[in-house]
């Protein structure tokens, strides 16, 4: 069964302070993994997709980068309005099994002044 | 112009009532998906639609039963509502079987 395991659950930063958000997965198949942020009340906002080990994504100050275990979220200087949870999914199989995405249970993100 | 739009946003009904939940996406995608959020902010697919279609079926009650009327359509019926059905559902659609999926704002579903 695939599983995602995200870490940390929850981390605090001050405005500017860079950190590193993780996903590690174990798939049969990786097909590709997504990265959404969600804030409260909301619904998952989709920020990028990755489908190959080496690749990397940024916008602004997000780069998402990926592994054959795990991918990470890195955030530059961050701001308040990065505050979130951000969530990774994984899709594997093929495409006849349709497009099931597993997803981890995501990093609540503080970011303060 | 809302992407992805579910209807109603709050649903407070009792146990052992019948209730729907309306999903409508205006981006001309042609895969539909309904996921569970629990209290723990863990999202689990429960069905996607393919074209009106059926193509992903997890283990779910058979109280829940999804119906596409188009490609633009995707509503969940759920009978006999339980406390465990209390939770958040969202409605997601994408272009292609691994395009990303968006997401509509949910329905908060709180059984009494």
């Known amino acids: 069964e695939d599983q995602v395991t995200q870490s940390p659950e929850a981390l605090r930063l001050q405005e500017g302070e860079s950190s590193s958000l993780n996903c590690s997965y174990t798939v049969s198949g990786l097909r590709g993994l997504f990265w959404y942020r969600q804030d409260p009340g909301k619904g998952p906002e989709f920020l990028f997709t990755l489908y190959s080990a080496g690749e990397e994504k940024e916008k602004e100050r997000l780069k998402a980068t990926l592994t054959k275990k795990e991918s990470f979220l890195h955030i530059t200087a961050p701001k308040p309005e990065d505050s979130a949870t951000y969530l990774c999914a994984v899709q594997a199989g093929s495409a006849g099994g349709g497009n099931k995405l597993t997803f981890g249970t995501g990093t609540q993100l503080k970011v303060e002044l | 112009d809302t992407a992805v739009s579910q209807t109603p946003k709050y649903l407070v009904t009792q146990m052992g009532n019948d209730k729907s939940i309306k999903c409508e996406q205006n981006?001309?995608?042609?895969?539909m998906y309904w996921y569970k959020q629990d209290s723990k902010k863990f999202l689990k697919i429960m069905f996607s639609y393919n074209n009106k279609e059926l193509i992903i079926n997890e283990t779910v009650p058979n109280r829940f039963s999804p119906k596409s009327p188009d490609k633009a359509h995707l509503n969940l019926h759920i009978n006999s509502l339980e406390l465990g059905d209390s939770a958040v559902y969202f409605c997601?659609?994408?272009?292609?079987?691994?395009?990303?999926?968006?997401f509509g704002d949910g329905t908060r579903l709180s059984i009494l």
């Open positions: 997601a659609s994408s272009q292609g079987w691994n395009q990303p999926q968006h």
């Open positions: 981006l001309g995608h042609d895969t």
